[in-house]
């Protein structure tokens, strides 16, 4: 089975443009979360979302938003963007209820403000 | 407040030796636990995880983790360590729904031969 995919893979973008991040979750996965990893540090939870609703969001900005889709994939938004959102944006799964709450991650997109 | 403390930021073993590495938590329900892998460039794979029962968990790749309650931690352990296992360790604490997981600031392992 395919993992979580994302795309892009890099993003390079100037300050104060916005950019648009994709999640696919792996099939059968109903609820998608986004951290943000800044260079050397630990991952940070941005939003979750469950059947196409907001079930989390973490201490960022309004400047970030996401939204989830009928077949579950998944975009984060990210509008007048600063040098400090230069990071590894990570998307992650998770099965159905009962499946426990492990989480599967993708393998990011790199993005860089200039 | 959640929070999860690695206390080493950069760990040296040499090839064959055994490692622990260090996780404390804080986390005001029932803890789930969990320690993830990442290499340079990469997502995070995950280790192991303890929701319940045995507080020794075995994981992939030969890790396990001992659960203290007492302690609030959650240490990774590996008997033997090969040259493949450099990478990032990072331990994460969550709900048991809910996919708000805190992190640590990550532990950087290097093997040396």
């Known amino acids: 089975d395919a993992g979580v995919t994302q795309s892009p893979t890099h993003l390079i973008k100037t300050r104060g443009q916005h950019v648009t991040l994709r999640c696919s979750p792996i099939?059968?996965?109903?609820?998608v979360s986004w951290y943000q990893q800044v260079l050397g540090q630990g991952p940070q939870f941005i939003f979750q979302?469950?059947?196409?609703?907001?079930?989390g969001r973490g201490n960022f900005p309004d400047r970030f938003s996401a939204r989830q889709f009928p077949n579950y994939s998944s975009e984060l938004n990210v509008n007048a963007l600063l040098l400090g959102d230069s990071a590894l944006y990570l998307c992650?799964?998770?099965?159905?209820?009962?499946?426990?709450?492990?989480?599967?991650f993708g393998p990011g997109t790199r993005l860089t403000v200039l | 407040a959640q929070s999860v403390t690695q206390p080493d930021i950069h760990i040296t073993v040499s090839e064959g030796a055994s490692l622990e590495l260090r996780c404390n938590y804080s986390?005001?329900?029932?803890?789930?636990l969990f320690w993830y892998v990442q290499s340079p460039g990469q997502g995070l794979q995950l280790l192991l995880k303890y929701f319940s029962g045995d507080t020794l968990v075995q994981g992939i790749k030969g890790f396990e983790a001992e659960f203290k309650r007492s302690q609030s931690s959650f240490n990774l352990r590996k008997p033997s360590v090969h040259w493949s296992d450099a990478a990032e360790y990072f331990c994460?604490?969550?709900?048991?729904?809910?996919?708000?997981?805190?992190f640590g600031a990550g532990t950087i392992l290097r093997v040396k031969s």
């Open positions: 992650a799964s998770s099965p159905p209820r009962g499946g426990g709450n492990e989480q599967f």
């Open positions: 979302y469950y059947e196409k609703e907001e079930r």
């Open positions: 986390y005001g329900a029932t803890p789930y």
């Open positions: 994460a604490v969550g709900p048991e729904y809910g996919n708000k997981l805190v």
């Open positions: 099939s059968g996965h109903k609820s």
